[in-house]
């Protein structure tokens, strides 16, 4: 199975983790760095989410920065599946129960806050404190300015598609344990596959957009982006270390052919997003869904590369700097567009007519934003996070550590 990275110079001596890899931690930074561009380019300039613009492909990794949150996706998919893949193919047993308190410890304990504090804060009457009761459950997509938690559950929908994954991925090793279930799983994935194929071709149709919209934001239309990860995982855990040998002693090709797969990658991930932002998210979502596929399978590359490979350009996507981002990732996800929102918000309503485009003074407040931002999720890690992923680590059983030694704390 995967081999840790406990030897990178990346990696923090009073970290909690027993598996930690600085290279998806920094990922994990990238993410939410493109995430949080992208919602601050939303409030700023305003771009329509029905339609879009033409920019160019390097505009378009910021402009197209959602594709942060199917990152998160594929990095879950890379994390979480292998011990469950290992177990369905007679490795050692996952204690369900462990994992479920795992999987609770990670989200649970920030997520409740927040909704519990959504809700105070937006109670009018006694009434409304019954708003927080489906996101508390994660019934709610929590999308849409209409929504009674707006602008606090702005970034919520991608919780609900996650516990999703969590909930149905310990079923995977049943599916293979005699041969009437494997057939059963080999239907499953057929009739999967068929209506996925069937709405992202728009054969198949919900009655409303907004209905179409939930199911693919939900974990039936990112379930590719998930097995996506799930393959690298496999694939890392396989036969990573025969292919960082093979890498290694190809000398000065591998380190050539890694760099030019790494930009090459890069590149088609922003031509890519250039085609996204010109017809707008919405757009996308409900008219294209099928470039998730795409996406997926680049970002999956990058990962494998990040790994694997012997790059010079590895500093540039790999630092301390994206390590620290990656840590504090989850904090900054939930508390970044909600404090972006009321920011930009009273801004206009002193000094009406700011922040209509990109200029000076829009990119002085939204860097005084990104630091304030840092600053009070890397103080609600230590304060709420940190503590209950230590808890995470004391009920670790042996099976679930052993079964990968690269142990998730991030994902989600």
Not at 73 to 91: Q, R
Not at 111 to 129: G, I, K, Q
Not at 139 to 166: A, C, D, N
Not at 222 to 249: D, K, T, V
Request: hydrophobic share 50%.
């Amino acid at each position: 199975m995967p081999p840790t990275v406990e030897g990178s110079p990346l990696a923090r001596r009073d970290d909690i983790r027993a598996g930690f890899v600085a290279e998806i931690e920094s990922l994990r930074g990238i993410a939410i760095t493109l995430v949080f561009l992208y919602h601050a380019d939303c409030l700023i300039a305003r771009r329509p989410f029905l339609g879009g613009t033409l920019v160019s492909p390097l505009a378009a990794l910021v402009l197209g920065g959602h594709t942060g949150v199917s990152l998160f996706f594929v990095l879950s998919g890379f994390l979480l599946v292998p011990p469950f893949l290992s177990e369905a193919i007679g490795g050692r047993h996952v204690q369900r129960s462990t994992y479920y308190a795992r999987r609770a410890l990670r989200i649970l304990p920030l997520y409740l806050l927040a909704v519990c504090m959504a809700t105070l804060l937006s109670a009018r009457h006694a009434a409304d404190l019954l708003h927080g009761l489906p996101y508390l459950v994660f019934s709610r997509t929590g999308i849409g300015g209409t929504e009674p938690l707006w602008p606090y559950s702005g970034v919520w929908w991608s919780l609900r598609t996650e516990v999703q994954f969590y909930l149905l991925l310990p079923f995977v090793p049943w599916f293979v344990r005699s041969r009437w279930r494997r057939w059963s799983s080999i239907v499953a994935v057929a009739a999967y596959t068929a209506l996925y194929i069937g709405f992202v071709t728009r054969c198949l149709e919900l009655r409303s957009w907004s209905d179409q919209l939930v199911l693919f934001l939900s974990v039936f239309g990112r379930a590719p982006q998930f097995a996506l990860g799930a393959l690298a995982g496999w694939l890392y855990g396989c036969h990573g270390a025969a292919l960082r040998s093979w890498a290694r002693n190809a000398a000065w090709r591998g380190r050539v052919t890694g760099d030019a797969a790494m930009l090459a990658t890069l590149v088609a991930l922003a031509y890519l997003l250039q085609r996204v932002v010109s017809i707008g998210f919405m757009g996308a979502e409900l008219g294209w869904n099928a470039w998730h596929l795409l996406e997926g399978a680049l970002w999956t590359a990058m990962l494998l590369l990040l790994l694997l490979a012997p790059l010079r350009t590895k500093t540039v996507f790999s630092n301390q700097l994206w390590g620290a981002l990656g840590r504090w990732s989850y904090s900054i996800y939930m508390i970044h567009f909600p404090l972006m929102w009321f920011y930009v918000d009273g801004i206009r309503r002193i000094r009406p007519g700011a922040f209509t485009s990109w200029d000076i003074p829009s990119v002085a407040a939204m860097s005084v934003l990104a630091a304030a931002c840092i600053g009070l999720s890397a103080t609600t890690y230590r304060t709420i996070e940190r503590p209950f992923l230590r808890r995470k680590v004391r009920i670790s059983e042996p099976g679930y550590l052993r079964a990968t030694t690269v142990v998730e704390t991030g994902s989600w």
